[in-house]
């Protein structure tokens, strides 16, 4: 699998990574950075517990995570998680933390494929 076919299958956009990453070593440097990242986990938790502003916090921080790698699909539910709570008054919505983790599972899945090169 070329880093091209692993930003396909993880709906992302690999033109908008190498335009601002410049290079496919340096795509695949930070691509393999992101599943030691916890974020998802907080989310998760903040979501389990009903603390609305840690949940924020930690869709507004997947958001940023997944645009800066052009995660674009996994961005995308981030932002939209991320507008829901921003006034801070009502918690996450449950079909839209369903959906950001369905693309993370996929993202995750997708690297893991690219790493072995599967």
């Known amino acids: 699998m070329t880093i091209e076919e692993c930003y396909n299958q993880l709906k992302g956009d690999y033109s908008d990574a190498?335009?601002?990453?410049?290079?496919?070593?340096?795509?695949?440097?930070?691509?393999?950075m992101f599943p030691r990242d916890k974020t998802m986990e907080t989310l998760r938790k903040a979501v389990a517990e009903g603390n609305i502003e840690e949940s924020f916090r930690a869709a507004h921080t997947?958001?940023?995570?997944?645009?800066?790698?052009?995660?674009?699909?996994?961005?995308?539910?981030?932002?939209?998680?991320?507008?829901?709570?921003?006034?801070?008054?009502?918690?996450?919505?449950?079909?839209?933390v369903a959906e950001i983790e369905a693309l993370y599972k996929l993202v995750m899945e997708t690297l893991e494929s690219y790493k072995n090169k599967g």
């Open 62 to 96: 997947l958001k940023g995570l997944a645009a800066n790698l052009s995660f674009t699909k996994l961005a995308q539910a981030s932002s939209n998680l991320t507008e829901q709570l921003r006034p801070l008054k009502q918690k996450a919505d449950p079909e839209m």
């Open 18 to 32: 190498k335009s601002r990453l410049g290079s496919d070593s340096l795509i695949e440097q930070f691509i393999m």
